[in-house]
């Protein structure tokens, strides 16, 4: 990239000392710009003089920054190569992992619309990504559902009334009416020894896993592994047994672990917490991809002190397999409405199938719509932060949205069909060199968005192309008398294939007509 031959150049003059060569922010300060003088406290304009950069035709301190101007030839649109910063390491990427035997609540999908993006990024930049997906097929909140079962008399092959038995059943549990009966279908699930609660939770779980596949079908996402609670936690608990009076400690019939804060991995009944079951998780991933140098786990933000100590915990428990691997927790924001945050545990609910149901309805019956709608929605923000969806806005045409870029992208198709039988000229379009001047900055986008972990990067400047290219069309007459510019219809082609990438490591899909 050009940007690191003006990299290599400062260098030459100022030495190894930290400086930054980025985007300028806007094209009128030119391509890229930099703060070297400023940080090694040289003469700017001394500098500059000593800087000859092939590719840049222009030099102009402004300040005490220098910013770097691209020649015509430079910015001609060429294959843009991503920087492969993760070539050679394996990264496992878990995320979805939601509650079986109901159905999948709104933050599962925001999960996986957040996690899918970040193992594309890191594919494109070189990792060996491993898609994990860990879903809950035993605990409290099954047993929930099964004592809910029993009083709703549910068909547990419905999802919907898998929902309604889970509500029965955590309303039960939390005002104390059948919280007794709860935790014991809860042990009795573990100990397999109630042949009719334990038939009900397959049953149950079984219609669960159907819809989530359908579901991650409609996403675009497969996973490598799945693991499930009901093998890691039984493992869990026997790994934590075994780690008392090391790691972990009894406290009033439990079994803690003392780390930032206390927290419990066997409760007093013996059985694994969540804490217990991701220690098991821990064994089993990394059994499975035992040469793995980071694990990411894509989760709600209010999970992240939870995580800081079970980390804390596994790599006491796993110090050769931990050693020198990053363990990292990537917050996922909820999406909001305007009476605030939604649950599964409420009754009025919105899961992630009705919300993309009513998202196509809206959208014509164009479910490749919808689901660019919400995973721009989703992914426009950075990670962590809360989530305002409006429907109307997310399915708009008219910029700030999903199905925008996908009619840029849909455009810039038609043109380029369109041109198929047009005469090629060598004519040069002058009024084409602000668009040419964003596509240039494409790979150093992806590169940042992988190295942070944070796809909404990519989500702006696809807006800013999408908005430039869309200008430069109503401005432009690309195809005059059946002839195009061969450098225009080589622009096109550019911003297709660079629509079509970042949209698809968005996870958005890329259609051909809308």
Same mark, same amino acid.
């Given at each position: 990239?050009i940007?690191? /031959?003006?990299? $290599?150049?400062?260098? =030459?003059? *100022?030495?190894? &000392?930290?400086?930054?060569?980025?985007?300028?922010?806007? @094209? %009128?300060?030119?391509?890229?710009?930099?703060?070297?003088?400023?940080?090694?406290?040289?003469?700017?304009?001394?500098?500059?003089?000593?800087?000859?950069?092939?590719?840049?035709?222009?030099?102009?301190?402004?300040?005490?920054?220098?910013?770097?101007?691209?020649?015509?030839?430079?910015?001609?649109?060429?294959?843009?190569?991503?920087?492969?910063?993760?070539?050679?390491?394996?990264?496992m990427?878990?995320?979805?992992?939601?509650?079986?035997?109901?159905?999948?609540?709104?933050?599962?999908?925001?999960?996986?619309?957040?996690?899918?993006?970040?193992? /594309?990024?890191? $594919?494109?930049?070189? =990792?060996? *990504?491993?898609? &994990?997906?860990?879903?809950?097929?035993?605990?409290?909140? @099954? %047993?929930k559902?099964?004592?809910?079962?029993?009083?709703?008399?549910?068909?547990?092959?419905?999802?919907?009334?898998?929902?309604?038995?889970?509500?029965?059943?955590?309303?039960?549990?939390?005002?104390?009416?059948?919280?007794?009966?709860?935790?014991?279908?809860?042990t009795?699930?573990?100990?397999?020894?109630?042949?009719k609660?334990?038939?009900?939770?397959?049953?149950?779980?079984?219609?669960?896993?159907?819809?989530?596949?359908?579901?991650?079908?409609?996403?675009?996402?497969?996973?490598?592994?799945?693991?499930?609670?009901?093998?890691s936690?039984?493992?869990?608990?026997?790994?934590?047994?075994?780690?008392?009076?090391? &790691?972990?400690?009894?406290?009033?019939?439990?079994?803690?672990?003392?780390?930032?804060?206390?927290?419990?991995?066997?409760?007093?009944?013996?059985?694994?917490?969540?804490?217990?079951?991701?220690?098991g998780l821990?064994?089993?991933?990394?059994k499975?991809?035992?040469?793995?140098?980071?694990?990411?786990?894509?989760?709600?933000?209010?999970?992240?002190?939870?995580?800081?100590?079970?980390?804390?915990?596994?790599?006491?428990?796993?110090?050769?397999?931990?050693?020198?691997?990053?363990?990292?927790?990537?917050?996922?924001?909820?999406?909001?409405?305007?009476?605030?945050?939604?649950?599964?545990?409420l009754?009025?609910?919105?899961t992630?199938?009705?919300?993309?149901?009513?998202?196509?309805?809206?959208?014509?019956?164009?479910?490749?719509?919808?689901?660019?709608?919400?995973?721009?929605?989703?992914?426009?923000?950075?990670?962590?932060?809360?989530?305002?969806?409006?429907?109307?806005?997310?399915?708009?045409?008219?910029?700030?949205?999903g199905?925008?870029?996908?009619?840029?992208?849909?455009?810039?198709?038609?043109?380029?069909?369109?041109?198929s039988?047009?005469?090629?000229?060598?004519?040069?379009?002058?009024?084409?060199?602000?668009?040419?001047?964003?596509?240039?900055?494409?790979?150093?986008?992806?590169?940042?968005?992988?190295?942070?972990?944070?796809?909404?990067?990519?989500?702006?400047?696809?807006?800013?192309?999408?908005?430039?290219?869309?200008?430069?069309?109503?401005?432009?007459?690309?195809?005059?008398?059946?002839?195009?510019?061969?450098?225009?219809?080589?622009?096109?082609?550019?911003?297709?294939?660079?629509?079509?990438?970042?949209?698809?490591?968005?996870?958005?899909?890329?259609?051909e007509?809308?």
């Open positions: 990239m940007r690191e /031959r003006i990299e $290599e150049q400062i260098r =030459a003059v *100022v030495g190894d &000392v930290p400086f930054v060569v980025a985007r300028a922010d806007s @094209v %009128a300060h030119g391509d890229y710009y930099t703060n070297a003088a400023l940080v090694t406290k040289t003469d700017p304009k001394a500098l500059a003089e000593k800087l000859k950069v092939e590719g840049v035709e222009q030099i102009e301190v402004a300040g005490k920054f220098i910013n770097f101007y691209l020649s015509r030839e430079a910015l001609i649109p060429a294959e843009q190569k991503i920087p492969q910063q993760y070539a050679g390491k394996t990264i990427v878990e995320y979805t992992s939601p509650n079986l035997f109901k159905p999948l609540h709104i933050g599962n999908l925001i999960g996986n619309i957040l996690g899918e993006s970040i193992a /594309r990024l890191l $594919e494109k930049s070189g =990792a060996d *990504v491993k898609r &994990v997906n860990y879903p809950s097929d035993i605990g409290l909140t @099954v %047993a559902g099964v004592w809910g079962l029993t009083q709703t008399k549910g068909d547990p092959s419905d999802i919907v009334a898998l929902g309604e038995a889970y509500k029965t059943g955590h309303a039960a549990y939390e005002d104390g009416s059948a919280k007794v009966q709860i935790d014991e279908i809860n009795a699930l573990y100990e397999n020894s109630n042949p609660w334990s038939e009900l939770r397959t049953e149950g779980v079984a219609t669960s896993r159907k819809h989530l596949s359908e579901l991650c079908k409609t996403l675009g996402t497969t996973f490598d592994k799945e693991f499930f609670e009901s093998e936690g039984l493992l869990g608990a026997g790994i934590v047994r075994e780690s008392i009076g090391t &790691v972990f400690e009894e406290s009033e019939g439990a079994v803690v672990y003392r780390g930032a804060h206390t927290r419990v991995f066997l409760n007093s009944r013996g059985l694994p917490t969540y804490e217990a079951k991701e220690v821990f064994d089993l991933k990394s499975a991809y035992p040469d793995f140098d980071t694990s990411l786990t894509v989760t709600g933000g209010e999970q992240k002190d939870f995580f800081a100590v079970v980390f804390d915990a596994i790599k006491k428990i796993f110090p050769d397999r931990t050693a020198g691997k990053n363990l990292q927790h990537i917050s996922n924001g909820f999406l909001k409405l305007t009476n605030g945050k939604m649950s599964s545990r009754g009025n609910v919105i992630g199938e009705s919300l993309l149901a009513d998202l196509t309805v809206a959208a014509r019956g164009r479910e490749d719509v919808a689901v660019g709608a919400i995973k721009y929605t989703v992914l426009k923000s950075g990670s962590g932060k809360d989530i305002i969806f409006d429907p109307e806005r997310s399915l708009s045409l008219e910029g700030d949205s199905p925008y870029l996908q009619y840029a992208l849909v455009r810039a198709r038609a043109l380029l069909r369109k041109a039988g047009a005469t090629v000229t060598q004519f040069i379009t002058p009024q084409s060199k602000t668009l040419e001047r964003i596509l240039i900055h494409y790979p150093e986008v992806v590169e940042r968005a992988a190295r942070e972990l944070e796809p909404h990067h990519l989500t702006t400047f696809l807006t800013e192309l999408a908005a430039e290219f869309n200008s430069w069309y109503a401005a432009e007459r690309v195809i005059v008398d059946g002839t195009i510019a061969g450098y225009t219809l080589s622009l096109v082609k550019v911003v297709e294939r660079t629509l079509s990438q970042g949209l698809n490591l968005l996870g958005i899909p890329t259609p007509e809308m």
